[in-house]
């Protein structure tokens, strides 16, 4: 009898706890399950977005490849914007800028609206150093090209571990520094591009381009 009353006593102890907690640990359950289920559902949800965006920049970079007149250039010009609205927070948005700046450049001649699409992207695209550096650079020739030497040389100069890109940044800013009217800041920075030991392919260039200051300034 006295294992029984043990037993009912444990029983009822158990009955007692449950009448106390057991709300709290329903719910401590559920708040847990929820954070489970939520966090797969926002794992999906981030997978398909990923999938919708390669999807939608696959159709662009297809569409931008066969382009060859002012109908198909408006298609390429439609699908940038929209994969730039639609995944504006993924890298394929900065992506498919480049690819809408291109066609201003290169086929629309426009370089005023390339800077402002490359703005966008630059502003994008600080996570990553390599693809900021590629953007920054396109801006700046974008901003030349457009006459805003002052944005262009800023944007040039904007540019923080150049890396791999020190010697076409610096051959950049002395051609902006030439259009400026600065001589002796463009031959600064030839000379730079030229030591920077990442320009084997361009010394040639870069030499006519210094020998051209030369002429100039004995002219």
């Known amino acids: ?26 719910i401590g359950i559920g708040l847990a399950l929820a954070l489970v289920f939520g966090w797969q559902a926002w794992q999906n949800h981030q997978a398909n977005k990923q999938a919708e965006a390669a999807a939608d920049f696959a159709e662009l970079m297809q569409q931008a ?60 695209s600080g996570s990553s150093d390599a693809l900021s550096l590629v953007v920054r650079t396109r801006l700046a020739r974008a901003q030349y090209g457009a006459g805003e030497l002052d944005d262009a040389l800023a944007t040039v100069r904007g540019a923080d571990d150049t890396g791999a890109f020190e010697g076409l940044l610096a051959e950049l800013e002395g051609d902006i520094l030439v259009a400026s009217g600065d001589t002796a800041g463009a031959e600064e920075a030839y000379l730079r591009a030229r030591d920077s030991g990442r320009m084997e392919g361009s010394i040639g260039l870069l030499q006519r381009k210094l020998d051209n200051l030369a002429i100039g300034s004995d002219a």
């Open 1 to 26: 009898m006295a294992e029984m009353r043990t037993e009912e006593e444990q029983i009822e102890a158990i009955k007692q706890w449950w009448k106390k907690n057991g709300s709290s640990l329903l």
């Open 65 to 124: 490849q066969q382009a060859s007149g002012e109908e198909d250039r408006e298609s390429v010009t439609y699908l940038a914007n929209q994969v730039r609205e639609q995944h504006g927070d993924t890298t394929y948005a900065v992506y498919a800028m480049l690819i809408l700046a291109n066609q201003q450049m290169m086929a629309d001649g426009d370089p005023a609206a390339a800077a402002e699409t490359l703005q966008w992207a630059l502003d994008q």
